[in-house]
């Protein structure tokens, strides 16, 4: 790792993430962005848009702050993220504004560390469902999470069902190509 640890620390998620994003928009035929924290907020930052004729589409740039928003979901369920990035109090706050309690959310930020992704299903929208998984780099620290947006009407309960894995899987496959090793991870 002495040798390969330099190369890996400079590594472009953008870059290493593009191609797996574009296989998951096109086998899901919905849009999935990427997203990076930045200690508050989560902030798109790559797109694929999905090939339905009604799709739901994000500006690279959007930032997201809401615990409404699954990507941000994610961020919180790692404390943040790489260490010294904090929530600076929204996890105090926000949990109230979804009718969660302090417990329920630290419930929540678990079920996410286990299960790996998390479901916005018409929380932050009533027309939009969001799901997100994490992305870790070779140290397993969260570097980003794949967001799969798509709207609500074709957006089934079911269909979540089958989408959660492969977004899951997808952002897998882009923290493997940064050198995350799950194995080492749990």
Known sequence: MSIVGPLLSHLDLRSLAY??????????????????????????????????????????????????HATVRVFHAWGGGEPGLKTEGADEVQPAVLGWSRESYDQHCAEIRERLYTVNNRDSNADEVGIASPIFDHRGG?????????????????????????????????????????????
């Open 19 to 68: 191609p797996i994003m574009k296989e998951l928009a096109e086998q899901t035929r919905e849009t999935v962005s990427l997203c990076v924290f930045d200690g508050v907020e989560a902030i798109v930052v790559e797109q694929v848009q999905g090939t339905e004729m009604i799709r739901h589409v994000t500006p690279i740039g959007t930032r997201y702050l809401s615990l409404s």
């Open 142 to 186: 969260i570097v980003g999470a794949l967001l799969l947006a798509a709207p609500a009407f074709r957006t089934s309960e079911e269909r979540i069902d089958t989408l959660c894995p492969a977004v899951r899987e997808a952002a897998e496959r882009v923290g493997r190509s940064m050198g995350f090793t799950p194995e080492n991870f749990r």
